[in-house]
């Protein structure tokens, strides 16, 4: 997918760049930023998208911080202005090595699998771990996304590129309003019993210990909380029960992580759990994994989105060494 990148963007070392980012209405007048990226014309001058969350290879694989040979940015945007929320949420995936870049479309599945439509939340923090990618929602919750799963519509027999085109499948034909890459939702974690918001996300790495997630509240009339969510929590979905190839399958709920630990004054609620809301049945047609997920091959067939981990009735776990899942369950593309 990042081959196919067809923007492009510029850093500081461009004197364009420089001029348009530290002068006149420049976003970053007075800042002393170290690096940063211009990106073209049509998406500066747009006010139709806002970005928002940023994450990166370095986050999904410590080390080499690379993901299939690329080391890469991904931010966020919500459709519409500041202070406002559109129809629609897209990823932007840069590579580093080339400053170009490609917006991808996130969607939901419909119950059936049968269908997508627009995810619309406002992506105010993004994580890309391993080769899942969470977005979060203030009151939806953390929306978990499988690069594995990249839908490719461009040169595609089924898919649909035109931007008159909404968003799901029409006339036999998959749509994404003129996107050339889909991402579908695999699932949700939410806690609303809680009052939880999820405003902000991030990644904490340390010596000696395993990743952490980072979620924040923005409030403006009580105190907002930070907590830490562990990343074997958040990457354990339960998987559904058995399901045959074209059967459909319940939807999955799953206890979530509690909060590791709260930062604020006010103390996040270590008893209470969240609740995980997977798919039921395949995504769509056609895969593309040469994007930002382990391995470069291209297949057709019906997309089922990864959805692992242990279920209350599960027997023994077992481990999936491609996905790092442990579960019952593990399902996969299966050909047509």
Not at 168 to 186: D, F, V
Not at 203 to 224: D, H, K
């Amino acid at each position: 997918m990042l081959d196919a990148a067809n923007r492009q963007a510029h850093t500081q070392n461009q004197t364009a760049c420089r001029n348009n980012a530290m002068t006149q209405n420049g976003a970053l007048i007075g800042a002393h930023a170290v690096a940063y990226y211009c990106l073209d014309q049509a998406d500066t001058v747009n006010t139709r998208w806002t970005p928002q969350g940023i994450s990166g290879t370095e986050d999904a694989q410590p080390g080499a911080g690379t993901v299939d040979g690329h080391r890469a940015i991904v931010f966020s945007w919500h459709s519409g202005s500041v202070g406002s929320q559109g129809t629609g949420t897209r990823l932007s995936f840069l590579d580093r090595a080339t400053n170009r870049y490609i917006h991808v479309l996130l969607v939901r599945p419909n119950s059936t699998g049968t269908d997508y439509s627009d995810v619309s939340t406002h992506a105010g923090g993004i994580v890309w771990y391993r080769h899942y990618i969470f977005v979060t929602g203030p009151t939806s919750g953390v929306r978990v996304f499988d690069t594995n799963y990249l839908l490719r519509l461009a040169n595609n027999p089924r898919g649909n590129i035109s931007p008159t085109c909404p968003t799901g499948l029409h006339n036999g034909r998959y749509c994404g309003r003129g996107y050339h890459y889909l991402l579908p939702e695999i699932g949700r974690w939410n806690n609303q019993r809680a009052g939880t918001r999820y405003d902000s996300m991030s990644l904490e790495r340390a010596p000696g210990r395993n990743p952490v997630f980072l979620t924040s509240e923005y409030r403006t009339n009580s105190v907002g909380r930070v907590a830490r969510w562990t990343s074997a929590a958040m990457t354990r979905f339960r998987a559904p029960s058995v399901r045959t190839r074209r059967g459909t399958s319940p939807s999955s709920t799953s206890r979530a992580p509690s909060p590791a630990a709260a930062t604020t004054s006010t103390r996040a609620e270590p008893t209470t759990t969240a609740t995980w809301s997977g798919p039921t049945r395949r995504a769509t047609e056609h895969r593309d994994r040469s994007a930002a997920a382990a391995g470069s091959k291209t297949s057709t067939g019906s997309v089922r989105p990864t959805n692992c981990g242990p279920s209350p009735s599960a027997r023994a776990p077992t481990t999936d060494s491609s996905t790092g899942c442990t579960g019952r369950h593990v399902r996969r593309p299966v050909p047509n």
